[in-house]
């Protein structure tokens, strides 16, 4: 493949990677017109999903996911507590997205960022979308009504950042909690405790997995799969497509730009066929296979 740099006197002068910085989206726009991405992949090419399940040994499940360079860890560690006046049945999940600055040069030290806490939420509604929907059942983690239940803390730290946090965050959480073990419990009346088993342990279940998949917009009329850190600041649009189990396709759009300059009703059609070819990619690095 030829380098589809510019071939101006002044810019032959440049080596591509100072070019890449200095004209980021000529940079983009040149590789495209060849269609192909600067990384190599065509526009419809995703990343390659690796996951490695128990790499935290003090967590009750973990696991590790990867997007190409994008790296994230998950660990979910469960305690008791009393359940709400409100959900006195019901359990909670509290998953937890950290950027830090190690991770990629674009995120600073300090609190969570805009953009972690945005993943943050967005993981604890993909969980929590409605009951009959649910990836865990919060009542599955009542042990006594209105006396006990498990809480889940699910905590992941991005440990390498090359864009697309939420697909490799997704796919963090849901392997470690497929991973999660909680120790049996019971609710003793006479110790007025929960007992907990120090030997025997139960899986989690986890049900109606919803994969997403994410694409980007590039000036307005070229689609890229699964972007990476260089091309996501330079996207008019980045549009997630999460299927589950039961079929069930929901769309979400980020961007000032929406769809226009291009047929929206066609590229969001494009992305959900793309986004069902990726979700067996991804459920087969899933289940290991």
Not at 45 to 70: C, K
Not at 75 to 99: C, H, Q, S, T, Y
Not at 142 to 171: F, H, K, M, Q, T
């Amino acid at each position: 493949m030829d380098d589809p740099t510019p071939s101006s006197s002044s810019s032959a002068k440049l080596d591509p990677e100072i070019y890449s910085r200095l004209h980021p989206r000529a940079y983009l726009e040149r590789f495209l017109a060849s269609s192909y991405r600067p990384s190599g992949r065509t526009p419809a090419a995703s990343r390659p999903a690796q996951v490695h399940l128990g790499s935290i040994s003090t967590a009750d499940g973990s696991a590790l996911a990867r997007l190409g360079e994008t790296t994230v860890v998950c660990g979910v560690k469960a305690e008791l507590a009393e359940p709400d006046a409100g959900g006195e049945r019901r359990g909670w999940v509290v998953p937890n997205l950290d950027l830090p600055a190690v991770c990629g040069a674009r995120f600073r030290p300090g609190p969570p960022g805009e953009e972690a806490q945005v993943c943050s939420e967005r993981l604890f509604e993909l969980l929590i979308e409605c009951k009959r929907n649910e990836v865990i059942s919060l009542e599955e983690l009542c042990i006594e009504p209105a006396r006990a239940a498990w809480v889940l803390y699910i905590d992941l730290v991005c440990i390498n950042y090359d864009g697309n946090a939420y697909d490799a965050s997704v796919l963090a959480m849901l392997a470690a909690l497929r991973n999660t073990r909680l120790p049996k419990a019971r609710w003793d009346e006479d110790k007025k405790r929960v007992v907990c088993s120090r030997k025997e342990r139960v899986p989690l279940r986890v049900q109606n997995l919803p994969i997403p998949s994410t694409f980007g917009i590039f000036d307005g009329q070229h689609l890229l799969a699964d972007p990476n850190a260089f091309e996501e600041p330079l996207l008019d649009t980045l549009i997630t497509v999460t299927l589950d189990d039961r079929g069930k396709v929901g769309v979400q759009l980020a961007g000032p730009a929406g769809v226009s300059g291009i047929d929206g009703s066609k590229v969001v059609g494009q992305c959900v066929q793309a986004a069902r070819a990726r979700r067996k990619e991804l459920l087969r690095a899933l289940d290991g296979t």
